[in-house]
């Protein structure tokens, strides 16, 4: 396919992006926390980390790591706590030390947590004591040695720390009683690491070594892990730093990180952007706890921030959010999900910056396709190609299909995994020989370059032989003003093969079945119309807050 959308690419932004400008993700973070000592780093309820004490810090953790623990290069560690100053501690002192970081969201079932363990073979993790008796469970069971506990305020500083963890632990009883004996807690670890300081040494970190396994459902399956090296992460990165870094000053940005690090959209567009740029990162614990959520986003003004729709959903329809400062705001983000008309809209009128709608998946890093920081208006689509990207519309059997057709987006560029870790028959599903990655996703590229995202092949509804997309009747039911969220879903019928089904959960408890059905007469031709309608208190997430169809189907 003729590369149509380089026509349409912003003033400034190249074709192609050299990853070679780092050695590894460490060689960025050496160079940033040099470049940028004195500026704060990270914050976390009102407590910062500059750059030059999160150098100290990693450094004390891969040591401690490497000379106490005698972790060998590659060898995995998982991560399993939210955005708290000690997550970007741990993370850069694992790759530090050369490990492989397998991102764990703190939320898994005991099950879950022993599958991920298991598979990706992880000999350490660093857990926050909260969630510390799920893997009390099942660490017997794993190859995982070494266990290093963390609390909320651990580095926090002083009385703070204490108060932090005494409130979280005791007054909230938010930790569940657990036992690990031969678990350490992180501050010793530090202090531990802190005294092999004078014979430690960064091991060298190439590209081609792996720094993530990230897992995924991936397009079908059980959780695999997404092989991620050092080449794929930096090559992305710079993708999206040639894309938005004209709009945005080294040292001098304000980052809002609500998505949590462990998922991957946070973890290039915040974790590893925020420190190239030498930005302020804001980390969010919990974006759900509105009032805390708001007080984050009022302590200063910020110029970039990241979110899913329902985040941003949320922020909208929270008391208070007309007393935040959007002044200074630059750039606002959304991927990991569609973003709907109307919740763009409404971000635009609150703020006066555009909802920048963006595409990707944990299989390429993540980021393929992002709209124009000069757009002024939604658009539908999410976005163009980023540089050294090629994209593909496919039919079933692979045949490339013209401008204008839906079928199969596939992706090729530096940026896409190595493989599935440990899964060839899974990974030759998806990877073509030629290095093309088979999304699963249908899309249509129009004239321009500009991709339509239309929705998830297996998610589409066919009804009497019409293909219905979820996305579209959940954009339309959006835009009720009695409507908070919706998802839909086919259910099988005897007629027509499936019918649209949507879980609706109301804004304005008057909200009735005949007023929904009104609503999509008007917008809807007839066998795209929802046939079921159901009211819900809430809606199946993910951890990001993505709405989970297959948990819908399991509500049918």
């Given at each position: 396919m003729e590369k149509v959308w380089l026509k349409h690419y912003p003033e400034?932004?190249?074709?192609?992006i050299d990853p070679n400008q780092y050695r590894s993700i460490v060689d960025l973070f050496q160079r940033s926390v040099q470049q940028f000592s004195t500026l704060p780093a990270f914050s976390n309820m009102g407590s910062t980390l500059t750059y030059a004490q999160a150098d100290e810090l990693t450094r004390q953790f891969a040591a401690y790591l490497t000379h106490e623990v005698q972790l060998k290069p590659g060898d995995r560690i998982a991560i399993m706590?939210?955005?708290?100053?000690?997550?970007?501690?741990?993370?850069?002192?694992?790759?530090?030390?050369?490990l492989v970081v397998v991102n764990t969201n703190p939320l898994y079932t005991a099950n879950e947590l022993e599958h991920q363990l298991k598979d990706s073979g992880a000999k350490a993790i660093i857990i926050i004591a909260n969630f510390a008796h799920v893997l009390e469970k099942v660490v017997a069971r794993t190859e995982v040695k070494t266990i290093i506990t963390t609390e909320v305020g651990d580095l926090m500083g002083g009385f703070k720390s204490l108060l932090v963890n005494f409130v979280v632990r005791y007054i909230k009883k938010m930790v569940p009683p657990f036992s690990l004996p031969q678990a350490i807690?992180?501050?010793?670890a530090l202090k531990l690491g802190k005294q092999q300081l004078a014979?430690?040494?960064?091991?060298?970190?190439?590209?081609?070594?792996?720094?993530?396994?990230?897992y995924t459902g991936g397009t079908t399956g059980v959780a695999k892990g997404a092989v991620l090296t050092h080449r794929n992460m930096i090559a992305n990165l710079l993708q999206a730093s040639s894309w938005v870094g004209h709009y945005l000053e080294e040292g001098k940005e304000t980052f809002i990180t609500a998505l949590p690090l462990y998922h991957v959209f946070a973890l290039t567009a915040n974790a590893l952007f925020a420190v190239e740029l030498g930005a302020h990162n804001i980390l969010v614990t919990n974006p759900r706890d509105v009032p805390t959520f708001l007080k984050d986003l009022k302590r200063q003004p910020f110029t970039f921030i990241t979110g899913v729709n329902t985040l941003f959903n949320l922020l909208l329809n929270s008391k208070g959010i007309e007393q935040v400062d959007f002044s200074k705001l630059k750039i606002a983000l959304g991927g990991g999900m569609a973003v709907q008309e109307a919740v763009a809209k409404r971000w635009k009128a609150l703020t006066g910056v555009v909802l920048l709608e963006a595409y990707g998946l944990t299989e390429t890093s993540p980021a393929v396709c992002i709209n124009p920081v000069t757009l002024t208006e939604y658009n539908g689509m999410i976005g163009l190609p980023l540089s050294s990207t090629d994209i593909s519309v496919r039919d079933l059997e692979g045949k490339e299909l013209d401008i204008g057709e839906a079928g199969e987006l596939w992706i090729r560029g530096p940026q896409v995994m190595r493989e599935y870790w440990q899964r060839p028959t899974e990974t030759a599903k998806v990877l073509t020989a030629d290095g093309w990655l088979k999304t699963g996703d249908v899309a249509i590229i129009n004239e321009d370059g500009f991709v339509k995202l239309v929705d998830r092949l297996k998610d589409m509804v066919l009804v009497s032989g019409f293909n219905v997309y979820p996305n579209e009747i959940e954009d339309v039911l959006a835009a009720h003003p009695?409507?908070?969220e919706s998802g839909v879903i086919g259910v099988k019928d005897e007629h027509s093969g499936e019918i649209v089904k949507a879980f609706i959960v109301k804004?304005?408890?008057s909200l009735t079945v005949e007023e929904v059905q009104q609503h999509c007469r008007e917008l809807l031709t007839s066998y795209k119309r929802p046939k079921q309608i159901v009211f819900v208190d809430s809606l199946p997430k993910s951890n990001v807050g993505k709405i989970l169809r297959k948990e819908l189907r399991h509500l049918s």
């Open positions: 400034g932004v190249p074709t192609d706590m939210p955005n708290l100053l000690q997550y970007p501690i741990a993370l850069f002192g694992a790759l530090r030390a050369g807690k992180l501050k010793q014979t430690y040494q960064d091991p060298p970190v190439t590209q081609e070594d792996i720094a993530f396994l990230q009695k409507i908070l804004k304005d408890p």
